[in-house]
Nanobody, 125 residues
Framework: QVALEESGGGSVQAGDSLRLACAAS????????VGWFRQPPGAEREFVAG????????RYQESVKGRFSISRDDAKSTGYLQMSNLKPEDTAIYYC??????????????????WGQGTQVTVSS
């Protein structure tokens, strides 16, 4: 079993930056993908970014391309989402997720096996 815990959320002004971290306890396997999703108020959960098991292949939602960057540090069992030039529409609960045995990056919620509890990001204009 793998437990994920997000950190780094908070309340910021538009244009600010935040770095979210996703710490994993227990190792899902030697091959796993990491994804970040978010759920804005009153909306469905949506894919934000994902990274493959080698850290070489990344995927982003169109609206965050050029502003967000996903990375991973397997030695620390931690994934990161660097968010820059934040906008009010980025306000959401952000979740990290892990997909075991994946050689690709799933872009749907159903593609992931383990989830964190989420961290709130609020961006004011």
């Amino acid at each position: 079993q793998v437990a994920l815990e997000e950190s780094g959320g908070g309340s910021v002004q538009a244009g600010d930056s935040l770095r979210l971290a996703c710490a994993a306890s227990g190792r899902p396997s030697s091959v796993y993908a990491v994804g970040w999703f978010r759920q804005p108020p009153g909306a469905e959960r949506e894919f934000v970014a994902g990274i493959d098991w080698r850290g070489q292949n990344t995927r982003y939602q169109e609206s965050v391309k050029g502003r967000f960057s996903i990375s991973r540090d397997d030695a620390k069992s931690t994934g990161y989402l660097q968010m820059s030039n934040l906008k009010p529409e980025d306000t959401a609960i952000y979740y990290c997720a892990v997909k075991r045995g994946a050689l690709f990056v799933p872009e749907t919620s159903s593609g992931y096996d383990f989830w964190g509890q989420g961290t709130q990001v609020t961006v004011s204009s």
